[in-house]
């Protein structure tokens, strides 16, 4: 069974950054694109950012400018920087596998304002 784990949630400050961590046992990680997913409380589950295998990366427009997501295939871990925090970006972050659909269990990010 392949495991997606997140870390690096919290809570912080609008205005603030937080860096998450996502660390996969899967061998053939750095053949899958990865996706950072979040979602807020009454909400639908929404992308946040995707990188390829090749490095390419795409962004919600909401986070474009403020988050980067980067990988690293020696590690088996992907990353979602974030930067410029605001209240609306507060939500159950996920982890996700794109190529075999596996998630995450997700970790809390809140923004106070």
């Known amino acids: 069974q392949v495991q997606l784990v997140e870390s690096g949630g919290g809570l912080v400050q609008a205005g603030g950054s937080l860096r998450l961590s996502c660390a996969t046992s899967?061998?053939?990680?750095?053949?899958?694109?990865m996706g950072w997913y979040r979602q807020a409380p009454g909400k639908q589950r929404e992308l946040v950012a995707r990188?390829?295998?090749?490095?390419?990366?795409n962004y919600a427009d909401s986070v474009k400018g403020r988050f980067t997501i980067s990988r690293d295939n020696a590690k088996r871990m992907v990353y979602l920087q974030m930067n410029s925090l605001k209240p609306e970006d507060t939500a159950v972050y996920y982890c996700?596998?794109?190529?075999?659909?596996?998630w995450g269990q997700g970790t809390q990010v809140t923004v106070s304002s």
């Open positions: 996700k596998d794109e190529t075999f659909g596996s």
């Open positions: 899967r061998a053939s990680f750095s053949d899958n694109t």
């Open positions: 990188i390829s295998t090749g490095g390419g990366t």
